[in-house]
């Protein structure tokens, strides 16, 4: 090993700035102070965590500035950043072994001059400016960074995002002197709220190894939740140091509201959907259109739904008729057995109108699985079509505006599926398809197609034009829709409206699914299941997704039924918290004053030294598991639904009785002793691996515990690492970083330094096994985390 002479450089740069500024000091330090590890520490001597005692050196570095507006979400990659000019020489074609990092968040002086006065950095208090969490790179001359389309859309490296940041090697890393050395390596351990008072570092002989180190790249997620009445400059630092929250949007804290005797966080820090973004129509309404819930219900081709499908109370059967457009002239509810009507829920055709049945008995009846078949869709911008289907041909009845053009398009639900469409104007009839475009935005007319329609006829009044037309239920070929009455259950139909009567970019548009229904005999009616859209005010913008969440017995979200895991019962989190969003209803102004810091780093590292067989340091791969796999995040719902506030994500709860995951004591919900954890836990197995550094990364104001688990035989349930948080009790004069309520997280260490216990060796196919656990007693928590942070080598 190389000794390090006691001189320590201390150096800033930031090429977005163009920073580089260097000083000189005679003894180096920790910048956040001491810190405690979870591990050993406990035999009289304790873990030497002082990295300038053990003759580590350091460099700092800063990312560009942040600036944002209260409540506002950022969360953006900050580009390449410049690591000191002197370290990039000292290790051109080197190796350093980085042996841990501090993080901070500054404000720094002047305004937008990171590095020039580091003595006057201030720390942005972490109730000011809330880190999720980040995820940070160092790359050297034989890598860079790369934005990838991400292969799996549940990728929690990804939170959501259709691309992802990746470190990868450059062509020339195979033909280097230290080709078995990384060329990049990520910082993510203990990251988060808790990141400046937890220990990233590693014990003696380990290090995060990189050859020939150039730049470095961060990815924060902040939120910013400095109430802006009690100022947002440096000299503010001293005011409302007893927390003091600013607005909240209505879904912050399960709509419960800021309590009146005060609170040490802010709600915002949870990412709560709100009515700018995915508010629940539990606290917003259905008429805020920020989160739209549909039951999917449809008409089906078979003679019965499926059991799981089965719509099973009258309201719901004659609602869901009603939804699908189908006109009744009676709703019949069935009272006794025996009655011929198949079960569950029916239309019928009688005469030249149409009944719904609901019957709860088991029948004989069946619904009829019948060639002939009709409907009707209405579209909101003014046209409507009847489709008549019989054996072999399609009669078709259209209605539109008379001054205009008007279409409908077969089998789509945007212009970009390219559908077969009918387009009508004073000149007649006309069929196309619509040409394939990138996005709807594209006025894209397509083809006209030859004429395969007849006109019966049409008719002009009271301000609409009305064609029946008649085709073959065969289309000519690909380009033309076929129906397909023995098949089809319903059809998928786009529709449009012009200015004028040439057709050209439309005016409006809209979509509509059209219910095919039997005139021979019964038409079940299924609720296929629900699917739930998040949307920005006045239902823009939507997306609806389903999380890959880990199934029992493997883990609990899927059992639980997590809200986390689906667009229907999302409330908050990382889906919520895109970059720029703001974290407040849309009635809620947003504040001009801009919150202005830097990310810094504190790099440690030592030079790496080979000697023969010895090396000074060995590599420390991540090792990383959830136990909310694979959803990134999970919800912490409230210990039970109160008289009042249902629990958002579970809106059907009952009242007393503990929601999924919950276990109390004491009397409860009411009593003053009542106490209620959740818990989650996840099992799975690893080979061969020796952990060095484990972290949990878990979310204040809630988290009590995650524990880790070897339980192979002959150590069953083991505990190989419990993390427990220090919650900060706001003596922030004495620590600038005792924010009340806010918590470090002591890793595990294990290795041979004075104070750790020793590493084990997990072998071959060895059960482990996560248990996380929270308060939930009074409130929910949004978007927790529960995730092993961890570091360790094979052998
Ligand atoms: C300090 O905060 C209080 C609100 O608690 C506010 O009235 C006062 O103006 C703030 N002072 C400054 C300098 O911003
Ligand atoms: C049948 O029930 C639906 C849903 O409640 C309702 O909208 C409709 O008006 C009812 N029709 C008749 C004829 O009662
Ligand atoms: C479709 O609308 C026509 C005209 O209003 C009506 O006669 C017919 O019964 C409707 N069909 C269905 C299935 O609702
Ligand atoms: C489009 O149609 C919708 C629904 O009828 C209506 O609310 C909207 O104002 C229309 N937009 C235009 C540009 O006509
Ligand atoms: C229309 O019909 C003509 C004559 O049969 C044929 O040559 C042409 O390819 C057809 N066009 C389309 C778009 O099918
Ligand atoms: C939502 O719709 C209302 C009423 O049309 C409109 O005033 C408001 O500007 C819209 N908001 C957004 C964010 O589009
Ligand atoms: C631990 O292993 C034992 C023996 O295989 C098993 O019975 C038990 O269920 C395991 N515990 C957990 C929490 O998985
Ligand atoms: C804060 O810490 C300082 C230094 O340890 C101590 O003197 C002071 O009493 C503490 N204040 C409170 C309120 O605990």
Known sequence: MTGSPFILVVLFASISSGYAA?????????????????????????????????????FDVYSPEI????????????????????????????VMAITGYEQDQVMVSPTGKPGE????????????????????????THSKMERIQNPDPNDVSAHGSPMKWIAVDLPSATERLNADIPTNQMFSEGNGGESRKSFHGYPDGYAQLIDSPNQWHITPMQIDTRNRDCGVTPKDINNCTKFTPGPEPRQSRYGYGIPKEGTPYAGILECPCNSRYGGDPLIYGKDEKTKIINHHYSTISKTSCDVANNI??????????????????????????????????????????????????????????SSTKMGNATFDIGVKIAVDLSDSTATLTIIGPVDVWFAVGFNAVQMSDSPYTIVVNSDGVQERQIGTCGSEAEHCPGDVLNTTVKVVSTKTEDGTRTVILSRALKGLNSKYYTFDPSQD??????????????????????????????????????????????????????????????AAPAGDLLSQRNPTCNSEQYAGGLRCCAHKRIMLDADQPIRPELLRYHMKFRFWFKEYAVDGEQVSHYNLPRIYYQTEAWAGEYDIPPAFALPGYPVIGYPDWPLNEPT????????????????????????????????????????????????????????????????????????????????????????????????????????????????????????????????????????
């Open 489 to 550: 259950s319903q059809i998928k139909l786009i529709s449009a409206v012009g200015s004028s009567q040439k057709f050209a970019y439309h005016k409006n548009h809209s979509t509509s699914v059209l219910p095919l229904v039997s005139p021979q005999g019964s038409t079940c009616i299924c609720d296929l299941g629900k699917t739930g859209s998040l949307c920005e005010t006045n239902g823009t913008n939507c997306q609806t997704f389903t999380k890959n969440c880990v």
């Open 117 to 140: 006065n580091p003595d006057e950095d201030v720390s942005v208090p972490i109730n000011w400016a809330y880190n999720h969490h980040y995820m940070a790179w160092m790359t050297g």
């Open 660 to 795: 999924p995951g919950t276990t109390c004591t004491g009397t409860c919900p009411g009593g003053e002793d009542c106490e209620c954890i959740h818990t989650i836990t996840y099992k799975w197995t690893v080979s061969n691996i020796r952990l060095i550094y484990a972290g949990g990364h878990c979310h204040a104001p809630s988290c009590i515990s995650m524990e880790l688990y070897r339980n192979d035989t002959g150590h069953n349930m083991e505990l190989l690492c419990r993390q427990v948080p220090v919650y900060g009790k706001g003596n922030v004069t004495h620590n600038k970083f005792d924010e009340t309520g806010y918590l470090a997280l002591p890793p595990c260490l294990w290795g041979n330094d004075k104070g750790l216990n020793p590493s084990v060796l997990l072998p071959q196919n060895t059960p482990l096994v996560s248990i996380k656990k929270n308060r939930n007693t009074h409130m929910g928590h949004y978007g927790e985390m529960a995730s092993w942070q961890m570091r360790g080598v094979t052998f």
């Open 312 to 369: 099973d109370n009258a309201g719901e059967c004659f609602d869901s008729v009603a939804t699908l457009g189908i006109n009744v002239y009676k709703n019949v509810t069935v009272t006794k057995a025996g009655n011929s009507a198949p079960h569950g829920c029916t239309v019928e055709k009688q005469g030249e109108g149409w009944y719904a049945t609901y019957n709860q008995y088991q029948s004989s009846g069946q619904c009829s699985v």
């Open 67 to 94: 600036a944002t507006h209260y409540g506002e979400v950022f969360w953006t990659d900050m580009g390449n950043n410049a690591i000191p000019k002197e370290i990039v020489d000292r290790f051109k074609g080197k």
């Open 22 to 58: 260097a000083t000189r000091r005679e003894a180096p330090s920790n910048m956040n102070g001491r810190y405690v590890v979870a591990s050993g520490g406990n035999q009289g001597v304790p873990f030497n965590d002082d990295y300038g005692s053990k003759g580590h050196e350091y």
